[in-house]
């Protein structure tokens, strides 16, 4: 089994900037992901570290960065000149697959966060 918490959300003025944290306990993260998820909306993958390789989905690119911290089992994601539709709850997954997955894709990931909140006011 894997838990994983989120912390970092909250309120900002477009344009500002917010880190968000996934700790990690339990079973090894092989690849590990960002994903939000809009009212009414389907969640979408932001971004994904995998072996090193990080990946991003286009309308973040740029403007977000995922790193990872193996000795404090810890996922991040800082958010850069952020916008309005940056507004969801955001989840941090983890996939136990050795091999990985499609990065952006919900099914890859067995383990999910509760989500955190980030709301970008214009």
């Known amino acids: 089994q894997v838990q994983l918490v989120e912390s970092g959300g909250g309120s900002v003025q477009a344009g500002g900037s917010l880190r968000l944290s996934c700790a990690y306990s339990?079973?090894?993260?092989?690849?590990m992901g960002w994903f939000r998820q809009a009212p009414g909306k389907e969640r979408e993958g932001v971004a994904a570290?995998?072996?090193?390789?990080?990946y991003y989905s286009d309308s973040v690119k740029g403007r977000f960065t995922v790193s990872q911290d193996n000795a404090k089992k810890t996922l991040y994601l800082q958010m850069n000149s952020l916008k309005p539709e940056d507004t969801a709850m955001y989840y941090c997954?983890?996939?136990?697959?050795?091999?990985?997955?499609?990065?952006?894709?919900?099914?890859?990931?067995?383990?999910w966060g509760q989500g955190t909140q980030v709301t970008v006011s214009s």
């Open positions: 570290s995998f072996r090193g390789i990080t």
């Open positions: 997954a983890c996939a136990a697959s050795l091999y990985g997955g499609t990065w952006f894709r919900a099914t890859t990931y067995n383990y």
């Open positions: 339990g079973y090894t993260c092989n690849q």
